[in-house]
């Protein structure tokens, strides 16, 4: 069986996106280590499921441009879950986060509210 174990999420910046991810969101630091100018870093959900992030730098133009562009058009680079869409949309809020509105639900659909990360991305933040 094939399964995802990392996906990468662009970021302008990696300590800011450190800072947010593990230091807001509550992910915990799974690996840190130099990769040239940069650093190869993952993160992962604090009780070790999921999949694993790496906190990819936007190093080439073409990675900014693409970025940019989903940012611009309201789209998220990615989706995370959460059991309570509500409750992480109100603790959030609470520390700082900036939702593009408040939880919403669509027929069919989980609820979900999307929320900027700080290091350049729109993220989906949905139930289940």
Known sequence: MI???LTSIIVS???R???FYVGTLGFVKHQDFPAGEYRWLTIQAADGSGAMLSLEP???????????????HGIPL???????V???YERLKGLGVVFQGTPTRQE??????IFDDTCGNLIMLHEG
């Open 13 to 15: 910046d990696q300590q």
């Open 108 to 113: 069919g659909a989980p609820t979900m509210a």
């Open 86 to 88: 509500i409750a992480e």
């Open 17 to 19: 996106a450190e800072d």
């Open 58 to 72: 936007a190093g080439y133009e073409f990675a900014r441009t693409y970025q940019k562009a989903l940012y611009d």
């Open 3 to 5: 399964r995802c174990n």
């Open 78 to 84: 990615t989706s995370l879950g959460c059991d309570d």
